[in-house]
Each structure stands twice: as structure tokens, then as C-alpha cells.
DNA sequence: AATCAGGATGTGT
DNA sequence: ACACATCCTGATT
């Protein structure tokens, strides 16, 4: 029952997105200073220097100090006044893997995606306890959600939202859009939204394809504004592969679609598993802890590893969807029948 | 030590 | 039923 994660194992839990003053120790206790309203600590964006260029260094660095102490503060900058982005909660953000238009390429930033991920459903049980409140948001009273709602802020450094969501209970606040959101707390509303999106996958171990979705907009948007791109919109570029993107299906991914999406951006995860002959199926994992993680992060078992996650694989041996080659070798399978 | 093979069993959809 | 996730024993590299 040990929750132990080797993946993630090294990093203290609760440590991401934590300014030092906010930081939950064990020791604290609930409710936090009721009486004392949320104070008005100005949360200017203090990080980088400028949102343009200085977020993909803010990111970068952050996620290499990140294992250290994570001691460093991200405030969130105030939400630039848009309208055109995410109409749909279902809308599936893409960003164009190729577009090296240089910020902060992706593997970086799935690096980073997929700990952000990681950490705050780790944060999730720790705000259970903390505001004693159930980890799923449909439950939640309009108190609870207050509480989220003040503990999320101050979490993670969001502007206050004051009494936007007053009244409002947890059903009503799961079936809002982002849009919605947006509507009554414009600056920070979409990310309200999206960490509301985590809870509610984390509430059934669902996989994050959704909610990696919204918090990629959310961090790609600040990272560089504009750049990104819907299914809907059809760019020419990239997933018009259709047979290997699962990302926007309701479907839950398997595990060879998986592969296959990592095999299909070596730019991104070519350091983690490639393709040793592409046509003949045959590929290797060249680091098997990434991969599990990842994967793990993409099915939200934060317990994976490469023993589970290539008893998986053996699975599919009498499938007839991956085997081993000819030539037996570590790390190294092959597709049964290679696109 | 890491990887590989495959049985047994549990879990969520 | 299905696709893993988890756990395990034993073999191989």
C-alpha cells in the first residue's frame, strides 16, 4: 500500500508551484486562518523577467532545480484579456511539435507538463486532508468549494477570484466550461479550470489526455502566445497520422499507441525510445525508466515501471501486436505489423 | 542488477 | 470481456 512512486520518488510531494510562505508542512493545521481573509499579497509575475522570453528559462530552470528544494515561487502571471482560445473543454490543444520556433521545445516542456501533472495530484490528497474535504469535486458543498477554491490561490498563486464562484457547489462547478470560468474570473479563470480538471480526473484515475490538454494551453500559452492549435483546425501538420492519436479520442490509449506516439516525435522522445528500423516495426527503448514514467503520467498510475510496463508489453506477444525480433536483444521489440 | 518470460489476480470501464 | 496494473517466481543477459 506504500505509495511509493519510483518515477516521481525523488521529489517531495507538495514542494511544486509552493512559495515558501504557502508551504504545507505535515504539522499545519486545517482550515487555514479562516477569519483572516485572503490578504492582499499582490501576486505580480516575479519568476522571470518577462513573460515573452523569460518563461521558457523560468520553466527550464525550474525543472532543473526542481528535484533540489523546489524552493522558488511561481507566480503566475495575470491571464492576458483573450477570447478566442478554448471554446470547448473537449477542445483538444496541439501543440505544433515541429514549430521549433524556439521558446521551449517540447520535450522540455512534457518534461516539465508531465511533473506539473504529477505534483499536483500529489497536492490533491494533501489539500483533502488539509481542508478536509473529499477528492471529488462533485461532492463538494459551496463551502468546500470556497475552500478549493482559497487554497488553490493561494497554492498556486492565482489572482483572487473573490466571490465569483460564490454559491456554487461542486456539480454546478464541474459541469463549467472554461469558458465559464473565464466569465467570472477573468484573470486566472482558465486555470482554475484546469487544475478543477485535474481533481476531477484524479477522482477516478482517469487518463490525463484531457487534463494534460488544458494545462499544456495554460503553460504553452504563457510560454508563447498564439502558438497554439486545435484538431478542429486541421494543421496540416503532424497528427494527420489519425491512426496513432489518441489524444483526442475519449478512448482510453493503449499501450502500443503510446509507443507509437513517442516513436513518432523522436525530436521530442528520441532520447528515450527510437526506431531502429522504422519499416520493419522494430524499436528500443533506449531508457525504460522515462518511458514508464511517462507512461505512467499518461495513465495516471504514478506507480509505474518498466517491469509493469513491459509485462504489458508481453501481453501483446500473443496478441500478435508486438513481439520480440529475431534477434532477441535487450530492450529491443518490434511491431507485428509496422504502418 | 537489469531484463525477460509468463502465471495469478485485482481493477476500472 | 477487455486491457492493463500489480505481484511474483524463475531464467537469462
Known amino acids: 500500500?506504500?505509495?511509493?512512486?519510483?518515477?516521481?520518488?525523488?521529489?517531495?510531494?507538495?514542494?511544486?508551484?509552493?512559495?515558501?510562505?504557502?508551504?504545507?508542512?505535515?504539522?499545519?493545521?486545517?482550515?487555514?486562518?479562516?477569519?483572516?481573509?485572503?490578504?492582499?499579497?499582490?501576486?505580480?509575475?516575479?519568476?522571470?523577467?518577462?513573460?515573452?522570453?523569460?518563461?521558457?528559462?523560468?520553466?527550464?530552470?525550474?525543472?532543473?532545480?526542481?528535484?533540489?528544494?523546489?524552493?522558488?515561487?511561481?507566480?503566475?502571471?495575470?491571464?492576458?484579456?483573450?477570447?478566442?482560445?478554448?471554446?470547448?473543454?473537449?477542445?483538444?490543444?496541439?501543440?505544433?511539435?515541429?514549430?521549433?520556433?524556439?521558446?521551449?521545445?517540447?520535450h522540455s516542456l512534457e518534461q516539465v507538463q508531465s511533473m506539473v501533472v504529477g505534483e499536483v495530484l500529489k497536492d490533491i490528497e494533501t489539500a483533502c486532508k488539509l481542508l478536509n474535504i473529499t477528492a471529488d469535486p462533485g461532492d463538494w458543498s459551496p463551502g468546500n468549494v470556497q475552500k478549493w477554491l482559497l487554497w488553490t490561490e493561494h497554492q498556486y498563486r492565482l489572482p483572487p477570484a473573490g466571490k465569483a464562484f460564490q454559491e456554487l457547489g461542486g456539480k454546478e462547478l464541474c459541469a463549467m466550461t472554461e469558458e465559464q470560468f473565464r466569465q467570472r474570473a477573468p484573470l486566472g479563470g482558465d486555470v482554475l479550470h484546469a487544475h478543477l480538471d485535474i481533481w476531477k480526473s484524479a477522482r477516478k484515475r482517469k487518463p490525463l489526455n484531457t487534463v494534460t490538454a488544458a494545462l499544456t494551453a495554460w503553460m504553452k500559452e504563457r510560454t508563447s502566445p498564439g502558438a497554439l492549435h486545435y484538431c478542429a483546425s486541421t494543421s496540416e501538420e503532424g497528427w494527420t497520422d489519425g491512426e496513432v492519436d489518441s489524444s483526442c479520442s475519449g478512448q482510453p490509449i493503449h499501450l502500443w499507441q503510446f509507443l507509437k506516439e513517442l516513436l513518432l516525435k523522436p525530436h521530442s522522445y528520441g532520447r528515450f525510445i527510437r526506431w531502429l528500423n522504422k519499416e520493419k516495426g522494430i524499436f528500443k527503448i533506449e531508457d525504460s525508466a522515462q518511458v514508464a514514467r511517462l507512461w505512467g503520467v499518461r495513465k495516471n498510475r504514478p506507480a509505474m515501471n518498466y517491469d509493469k510496463l513491459s509485462r504489458s508489453i508481453r501481453q501483446y506477444y500473443k496478441k500478435g501486436i508486438i513481439r520480440k525480433p529475431d534477434i532477441s536483444q535487450r530492450l529491443v521489440y518490434q511491431f507485428v505489423h509496422p504502418v
Open 1 to 106: 500500500m506504500g505509495s511509493a512512486s519510483p518515477g516521481l520518488s525523488n521529489v517531495s510531494p507538495g514542494c511544486l508551484l509552493l512559495s515558501p510562505d504557502v508551504a504545507l508542512r505535515p504539522g499545519v493545521a486545517k482550515a487555514e486562518e479562516g477569519a483572516a481573509g485572503p490578504e492582499k499579497r499582490e501576486w505580480s509575475p516575479s519568476p522571470p523577467a518577462t513573460p515573452e522570453q523569460g518563461l521558457s528559462a523560468f520553466y527550464l530552470s525550474y525543472f532543473n532545480m526542481y528535484p533540489e528544494d523546489g524552493s522558488w515561487v511561481a507566480k503566475v502571471p495575470a491571464a492576458s484579456a483573450r477570447e478566442e482560445l478554448l471554446e470547448e473543454p473537449e477542445q483538444c490543444p496541439v501543440i505544433d511539435s515541429q514549430a521549433s520556433g524556439g521558446s521551449l521545445d517540447e
